[in-house]
T-cell receptor, first 113, second 116 residues
Framework: DVKVTQSSRYLVKRTGEKVFLECVQD?????MFWYRQDPGLGLRLIYF???????EKGDIPEGYSVSREKKERFSLILESASTNQTSMYLC????????????FGPGTRLLVL | AQKITQTQPGMFVQEKEAVTLDCTYD???????LFWYKQPSSGEMIFLIY??????QNATEGRYSLNFQKARKSANLVISASQLGDSAMYFC?????????????FGTGTSLTVIP
């Protein structure tokens, strides 16, 4: 059974804190993604990684950074959390090529106070 | 331009009736894939159905079918015999191949409410 896990389901942080969201997949997928989901805006891509230590910016990378030191793990970092980063964060993974879907983690609901 | 457009923010359907959720897409690629996902209030994204651009038959998975009209660039989801558990957000997505691997684009979603 394919599995993508995220470190927290719910997280409450203060403005200015450094926040780490971790994602782990056990399917040996090359590609991993971080999305932000807000009502009425759908899923917006923050960053994706296509290999260890390799990353590309998505549509809304400002205020975020990522780290991929191992193939199975992809971390999203909010260097200095702000209230407008309150959102649902979804991690996903997929093979680099082919017809397979992305596989999603359960999501992290982040509240920044 | 939006890659995926879902024009119905919210839909209602009577239990046991069929419902169609609209999706149009924009791509210049010849090879691409179209997906539908269901997101219940718990937040998990559940893959429902896939249609490849070269597939001539419309995809079906149980009560889900994808009405694929390539010339119109539409990929509507049809849910037959709606159930109360079908109440959720539904997202249409497209996969395009890129140098660094597949890229996925999502619509803004349709909130479906099934009325008893």
């Amino acid at each position: 059974d394919v599995k993508v896990t995220q470190s927290s389901r719910y997280l409450v942080k203060r403005t200015g804190e450094k926040v780490f969201l971790e994602c782990v997949q056990d399917m040996d997928h090359e590609n991993m993604f971080w999305y932000r989901q807000d009502p009425g805006l759908g899923l917006r891509l923050i960053y994706f990684s296509y290999d260890v230590k390799m990353k590309e910016k998505g549509d809304i990378p400002e205020g975020y950074s990522v780290s991929r030191e191992k193939k199975e793990r992809f971390s999203l970092i909010l260097e200095s959390a702000s209230t407008n980063q309150t959102s649902m964060y979804l991690c996903a993974s997929s093979p680099r090529k082919g017809k397979e879907t992305q596989y999603f983690g359960p999501g992290t609901r982040l509240l920044v106070l | 331009a939006q890659k995926i457009t879902q024009t119905q923010p919210g839909m209602f359907v009577q239990e046991k009736e069929a419902v169609t959720l609209d999706c149009t897409y924009d791509t210049s690629d010849q090879s691409y894939g179209l997906f539908w996902y269901k997101q219940p209030s718990s937040g998990e994204m559940i893959f429902l159905i896939y249609q490849g651009s070269y597939d001539e038959q419309n995809a079906t998975e149980g009560r889900y079918s994808l009405n694929f009209q390539k010339a119109r660039k539409s990929a509507n989801l049809v849910i037959s015999a709606s159930q109360l558990g079908d109440s959720a957000m539904y997202f249409c997505a497209m996969r395009e191949g890129r140098r660094n691997g597949n890229q996925f684009y999502f619509g803004t979603g349709t909130s479906l409410t099934v009325i008893p």
